[in-house]
T-cell receptor, first 115, second 113 residues
Framework: DAGITQSPRHKVTETGTPVTLRCHQT?????MYWYRQDPGHGLRLIHY???????DKGEVSDGYSVSRSKTEDFLLTLESATSSQTSVYFC??????????????FGPGTRLTVL | GQNIDQPTEMTATEGAIVQINCTYQ??????LFWYQQHAGEAPTFLSY????GLEEKGRFSSFLSRSKGYSYLLLKELQMKDSASYLC??????????????FGTGTQLKVEL
């Protein structure tokens, strides 16, 4: 358990509406990531953060924005949701060598459906 | 860019051994990771290789050959609960900061009686 929660866990919304997904961590990790997972594509990085107010784009960032105003929370916003953004969204943290293997650990995921 | 290939599906028998292969192409290799993902759940970290050779962890082992751009995950004494998707991921220091991982599309393993 990496101390990561995501909310909501499930959401159904309509095309054109804004949507915000929240990732919350309790272990004070510096790095946080947002991925989407789709059949045939695997996990793809949307955005990541390397500290408060420090973010950068990933492989599939178009249509998404992020914010990190405090260490524990990393928000992913779809400004105007489209059907192509129907997916499962995973948040991850980087737990460095002091906490074991330096790799990423994932939250439980949010299943988003855009109608 | 990076290219990671792994078989889409595999089927094996309970109690047997199965090997899941992963090949990759990357310029600044800095580690290969295996994750397990059960249906409807999050990926969970299984193993890590950065040097050539075999890393053993209980029933699971992972092998790496950097010169061949090749890794495999070996699962012994298969159990029904091992039915899951197995994701291969590579870390590349040349893809910028952030300790980013690039994932393969996963191998769906089905364990049968």
């Amino acid at each position: 358990d990496a101390g990561i929660t995501q909310s909501p866990r499930h959401k159904v919304t309509e095309t054109g509406t804004p949507v915000t997904l929240r990732c919350h961590q309790t272990e004070n990790h510096r790095y946080m990531y947002w991925y989407r997972q789709d059949p045939g594509h695997g996990l793809r990085l949307i955005h990541y953060s390397y500290g408060v107010k420090d973010t950068d784009k990933g492989e599939v960032s178009d249509g998404y924005s992020v914010s990190r105003s405090k260490t524990e929370d990393f928000l992913l916003t779809l400004e105007s949701a489209t059907s192509s953004q129907t997916s499962v969204y995973f948040c991850a943290i980087r737990r460095g060598p002091s906490g074991g293997t330096d790799t990423q650990y994932f939250g439980p995921g949010t299943r988003l459906t855009v109608l | 860019g990076q290219n990671i290939d792994q078989p889409t599906e595999m089927t094996a028998t309970e109690g047997a051994i199965v090997q899941i292969n992963c090949t990759y192409q990357t310029s600044g290799f800095n580690g290969l990771f295996w994750y397990q993902q059960h249906a409807g759940e999050a990926p969970t970290f299984l193993s890590y290789n950065v040097l050539d050779g075999l890393e053993e962890k209980g029933r699971f082992s992972s092998f790496l050959s950097r010169s061949k751009g090749y890794s495999y995950l070996l699962l012994k004494e298969l159990q029904m609960k091992d039915s899951a998707s197995y994701l291969c991921a590579v870390r590349d220091i040349l893809t910028g900061g952030g300790n980013k991982l690039t994932f393969g599309t996963g191998t769906q393993l089905k364990v049968e009686l």
